[in-house]
Each structure stands twice: as structure tokens, then as C-alpha cells.
């Protein structure tokens, strides 16, 4: 198919949680691709600003109901309503004749799949996070990921959708595990707006945190408080690194349903724990949780070391952010993302099992699933990582490598290169050029 002229539409469910809102937010006020934007609840995703956006149509459905969630009355909303919507998403498509429509995350991609066969337009799909995993391992989350992977696999003889793949892994996973021909499958990452997080980096931060930050050594996290982010690690990891640096702090920002039991463990492990919610801040604290950071990356460039204990990913945004703020990393090497930003020429079949110096930062074996509790004994893992982090803070020549070459490769995930990428994507679908990849 090839089109004259070139219309295209984007489909997200926010502009606001997580990894995902960043993206869908960048592509709405700095991207200039998409000429129509449908999200799914314009009132709590957008700013003032971009409320009275006219690219934007709000279908007013609330998809993610919070802790209401997992009442019976609360799910049966949120199915009439993600129901509703697919009606809504085809008048639309109806009204605005979009020859391209691109997707954000599950259910926005399984409108994409089926109204493509109706509308007859391409249907570019885009996941956020690894396919194989989600937040939980629940019954139901089992159920929608096989239901999910099923439509995939279903529509991958439709010639009229792609797949976009923002790490390695996941367009390994579509052509691997769901037989997606590789043409079909297009690497591109996450686009990140180097200058403005260099920018924010250097703002001073708040004024009870300034002499607080100018005079101590901290390692930090940033992350919501789930099981994804594998935050019980950090804390059983950094109880033991303080028998070697008892004026180390860890700082880790972030909301999340875990914050009552991580403060838990982090005080029964011992360590004085500071919550933002509930403490008068002092310098006396071990482990600070400072909550949601409406600019982390001037608290991120004041750190040590930027430890990431995820158990999976999709690309995840702090390594990146991280690498902007010039502070050197050391991560998981889960599934997805870590590997491809931190150790790019690494064989993607190589599996990790000793710490691995790599180019921009250092990749760690992956820990269980598992959540643990004070009273277990560190495991293989963990032991190996507590003396990783012991090896590089006490020396500094290895911290100042990775801290000189981070805004490099940070540059490399730059919103012009990205867009780039992006538009030599669209351009080629457009007019029936589209090269195998």
C-alpha cells in the first residue's frame, strides 16, 4: 500500500504513569509525527497546558482504577469501559481517516490489531515493557498475557502491521516466540530529551536537601515501589555494604504499594529509615525514601552510584536518565533493556553470571523472583553484588571512567535521533519502501 500523503494517529492510555506517560508526553509536545493523539483519560494525564491541546481526544475512561482495582464492581467498570472505548476508537478512526496509526502498551495495541482489519490502515504496535512479564503473576495477568500473545501471533500475517521493538530482547521475543517476519519487526528505542534532563541535573535542588547532599556519599535508586523494581535486594545488599561504609547513605525515590513493606524491611534489617511522609528529615537517617521526585535527575547527579535491582524491564527510562546525569550504573542485567543501553556490543546469547564490566556501566546477574525477608541469609547473588559495590567505591578510578563516558552514550537515545529514526520509518511505509531489518 502506498499513500500520497501520509495521516497519522497515536493511540496511549496516559501522558503521565511510568515509563510509558514519558514517551506518549515527548511525542506529543516535541515529536511531529502524529497529527491526532486519543488517550484514555485526558483529565488525570495531561497538564493544564495541553488539556485545551486540539491534537488531543480524551475518551474518558479510566483503565488503571488504583487500589480499587481488585474489587469485583471496580473491574466490572473497567471492562464496560475499555469495551466502550473500542467503539469510541472506531468512530474516531471513521472521522479522522488515519493511514498510519501507532499504539502505546496492551490493550491501545489490541484496539490497533482488530480496527486495522476495518479501517485498513497500518497499525504500528509498540510495548513498553517485556512482553513476557507484567507487574504481577496473578491468575488473571497469566490469562491476558496468553489471550495477548494469541492476537499477536494471530495478526502476524497481517502485512499492514509492525511491530516496534525498543530493546533487543523484546524484537528477539516477536520473531522468536511469536514467528513475526523480521521485516516486520523495527528496532527503535525510547527517544529522551538529553539537554532538558542535563539541564534539570544542575538545578539546585531543595533547599533542606542542599547541604545534606554537598556533604555525604550516597548510592541511589529511583523507581516505583513494586515487585518489578526489586527494591528488597537494594535494601538487604546495602545493610551489609554498611558494615564497610557506615556513612554511606541509600537514597531511593519512588511511590509505590511495597513502600510500607520495604520500610519494614529496611528497618528490621537494622538501618534508621527515613520517610518522607512521616519523618522530620535529618542527616542521622541510613535509608532515605523521599517519595515521588518531580525532578530526580538533580538528586541523581549528587549520588555515587546508580544501582538498578529490577527483575525485568522493557528499556528502562533511569538507566538512560542516570547515564544524562553522569553518574556511573550498575544494574541487573534482566530482561529487558539494561544490556542493550550499558554493554551494546555484548552477544546478546552470552548469559551473565559474574559481574560484568562493560562499556557504559556494569551488568549483574538477575535475582529470583523472590521476595526475602531480614532474617535470610544473603544468596550468591547478593553476596556477589555487595562486593561488587564494595570494589568500585573503593576505587574511584573506575567511577570516574563510567561518570566521563555517560553523557555519550546518553546522547545516543536523544530525542533528534530518535525522531529521526521515527520519521525514515513513517516515510518508507508511507511509500512502500519499507527495507528488511
Known amino acids: 500500500m502506498r499513500y500520497k500523503t501520509k495521516k497519522v494517529l497515536l493511540i496511549t492510555t496516559d501522558f503521565v504513569q511510568g515509563g510509558l506517560g514519558k514517551q506518549s508526553y515527548l511525542w506529543l509536545t516535541k515529536f511531529k509525527i502524529a497529527s491526532k493523539f486519543v488517550v484514555f483519560d485526558v483529565q488525570e494525564s495531561l497538564s493544564e497546558v495541553s488539556k485545551e491541546d486540539s491534537k488531543v481526544i480524551s475518551l474518558n475512561c479510566k483503565i ?3 487500589s480499587k482495582a481488585g474489587k469485583m464492581l471496580y473491574e466490572l467498570k473497567r471492562v ?19 493511514n498510519i496509526v501507532i499504539s502505546f502498551s496492551y490493550i491501545p495495541n489490541i484496539y490497533n490489531i482488530f480496527s486495522s482489519y476495518l479501517n485498513r490502515h497500518y497499525a504500528i504496535l509498540v510495548e513498553h515493557s517485556y512482553p513476557k512479564f507484567d507487574l504481577n503473576k496473578s491468575i488473571k495477568t497469566r490469562i491476558f498475557l496468553k489471550i495477548l500473545s494469541s492476537i ?10 509492525y511491530f516496534i521493538a525498543i530493546s533487543k530482547d523484546i524484537k528477539r521475543f516477536y520473531e522468536y516466540e511469536i514467528g513475526i517476519e523480521p521485516e516486520r519487526v523495527v528496532y527503535i528505542p525510547n527517544a529522551y530529551d538529553i539537554h532538558e534532563i542535563l539541564h534539570k541535573s544542575q538545578q539546585p535542588v531543595q533547599y533542606f ?11 541511589i535508586n529511583v523507581g516505583r515501589l513494586t515487585k518489578q523494581k526489586g527494591q528488597w535486594y537494594l535494601l538487604r545488599i546495602f545493610s551489609n555494604l554498611k558494615r564497610y561504609f557506615p556513612n554511606l547513605k541509600l537514597l ?5 504499594e511495597l513502600k510500607q513493606k520495604l520500610v519494614n524491611l529496611s528497618e528490621n534489617l537494622g538501618m534508621r529509615t527515613f520517610v518522607w511522609d512521616r519523618d522530620i528529615f535529618s542527616s542521622n537517617f541510613d535509608v532515605y525514601f523521599l517519595g515521588y ?11 555515587r552510584l546508580f544501582v538498578l535491582t529490577s527483575l525485568w524491564e522493557g528499556l528502562p527510562n533511569v538507566i538512560i536518565e542516570a547515564l544524562a546525569c553522569q553518574i556511573p550504573i550498575i544494574s541487573t542485567d534482566c530482561k529487558s533493556g539494561p544490556r542493550d543501553i550499558l554493554a551494546p556490543n555484548l552477544d546478546e546469547d552470552v548469559k551473565i553470571k559474574q559481574p560484568y564490566f562493560a562499556d557504559y556501566g556494569i551488568l549483574m546477574p538477575e535475582f529470583s523472583n523472590n521476595y526475602k525477608e531480614h532474617l535470610e541469609p544473603l544468596d550468591k547473588v547478593e553476596r556477589m553484588w555487595v562486593e561488587t559495590i564494595k570494589f568500585v567505591l573503593m576505587n574511584p578510578h573506575i567511577l570516574s571512567e563510567y561518570k566521563n563516558k555517560a553523557l555519550q552514550r546518553a546522547y545516543d537515545f536523544d530525542i533528534g535521533k530518535v525522531h529521526e529514526m521515527w520519521e525514515n520509518f513513517i516515510e518508507n511505509l508511507a511509500d512502500g519502501k519499507i527495507q528488511s531489518r
Open 64 to 66: 488503571w482504577l488504583g
Open 80 to 98: 464496560f469501559c475499555i469495551l466502550k472505548s473500542a467503539f469510541y476508537i472506531l468512530s474516531i478512526l471513521k472521522k479522522e481517516k488515519p
Open 152 to 161: 499477536y501471533k494471530i495478526s502476524k500475517n497481517n502485512k499492514h502491521i
Open 209 to 219: 536537601l542542599r547541604d545534606f547532599l554537598d556533604n555525604i556519599e550516597c548510592i
Open 252 to 256: 531511593i525515590l519512588g511511590d509505590g
Open 293 to 303: 521526585q518531580k525532578n530526580p535527575f538533580n538528586i541523581i547527579s549528587k549520588g
